[in-house]
C-alpha cells in the first residue's frame, strides 16, 4: 500500500523558515518524481513545486521560486520542502503528492500557519 | 498560465440525480483530470485522461471533453458522492487547477 506521510508543519513567523518531510513507502520512491502541493484555508488546491526521480530538475511556481527548495533523498525515500522568508499567503496545508502530469497518491497534508 | 474555471461552484443534487460538472481551459489541453476530496480529508484522484476512472471509483461517474471543455458527470447521485471536486490540467507548467465544485447531498 501506497503511504506518503509529511511532517514539519507548525506556527511560524512572517520571514522565518520552516523545512517539511515527506516520507515514502510502499512503491519505488526512485522512480517516481514528486511533488508539493497546497491548500490555504478554505480555498482550492495549488501546485508548488516537483521534483524529477533522481533530483537533477526541480521546478516551482513563481510565486516561491527563490525562496522554496524541493528536495529528495531516495536512499530515505523521503521528500522535503525547504521554506524561506515565509509569508502570510503560504499559510496552508501541504500535501505531498506523486507526479507524473497527474498527482496518483497523495498524503494527509501538514498543515503551516506564518502568523506573527 | 492554463485558468480552469469550474462551474457551478457548488451545487447540491437529490439522490439518483444526474449531475454534471464542466471544466473550461483557458488553452488547449490534451488531457484533464479529476480529483475527489471530501470534507477534511486528502484529494483523491477520481478520473485520469479524461475519461478513465481511477481504481475504486464506481462506475456511475464518467469524464469526457476535449480541448478546452471538460466534464464529470455523475450518472445517478449518491449520498457517498458528496464532496467538492477539481479539475487538473495535464500539461502545462505550471500544473494548474480549477476552482473547485462543491457538491451536496439535497
Known amino acids: 500500500e501506497v503511504q506518503l506521510v509529511e511532517s514539519g508543519g507548525g506556527l511560524v513567523q512572517p520571514g522565518r523558515s520552516l523545512k517539511l518531510s515527506c516520507a515514502a513507502s510502499g512503491f519505488t520512491f526512485s522512480d517516481y518524481a514528486m511533488a508539493w502541493v497546497r491548500q490555504a484555508p478554505k480555498k482550492g488546491l495549488e501546485w508548488v513545486a516537483t521534483i524529477i526521480y533522481d533530483g537533477s530538475s526541480t521546478y516551482y511556481r513563481d510565486s516561491v521560486k527563490g525562496r522554496f527548495t524541493i528536495s529528495r533523498d531516495n536512499a530515505k525515500s523521503t521528500l522535503y520542502l525547504q521554506m524561506d522568508s515565509l509569508r502570510s499567503e503560504d499559510t496552508a496545508t501541504y500535501y505531498c503528492?506523486?507526479?507524473?502530469?497527474?498527482?496518483?497518491?497523495w498524503g494527509q497534508g501538514t498543515l503551516v500557519t506564518v502568523s506573527s | 498560465e492554463i485558468v480552469l474555471t469550474q462551474s457551478p461552484n457548488t451545487m447540491a443534487a437529490s439522490p439518483g440525480e444526474k449531475v454534471t460538472i464542466t471544466c473550461r481551459a483557458s488553452s488547449s489541453v490534451s488531457y484533464m483530470y479529476w480529483y475527489q476530496q471530501m470534507s477534511d480529508a486528502s484529494p483523491k484522484l477520481w478520473i485520469y485522461d479524461t475519461s478513465k476512472l481511477a481504481s475504486g471509483v464506481p462506475d456511475r461517474f464518467s469524464g469526457s471533453g476535449s480541448g478546452t471543455s471538460y466534464s464529470l458527470t455523475i450518472n445517478t447521485m449518491e449520498a457517498e458522492d458528496a464532496a467538492t471536486y477539481y479539475c487538473q490540467q495535464c500539461c502545462s507548467t505550471p500544473w494548474t487547477f480549477g476552482g473547485g465544485t462543491k457538491l451536496e447531498l439535497k
Open positions: 503528492a506523486s507526479h507524473s502530469s497527474l498527482f496518483a497518491y
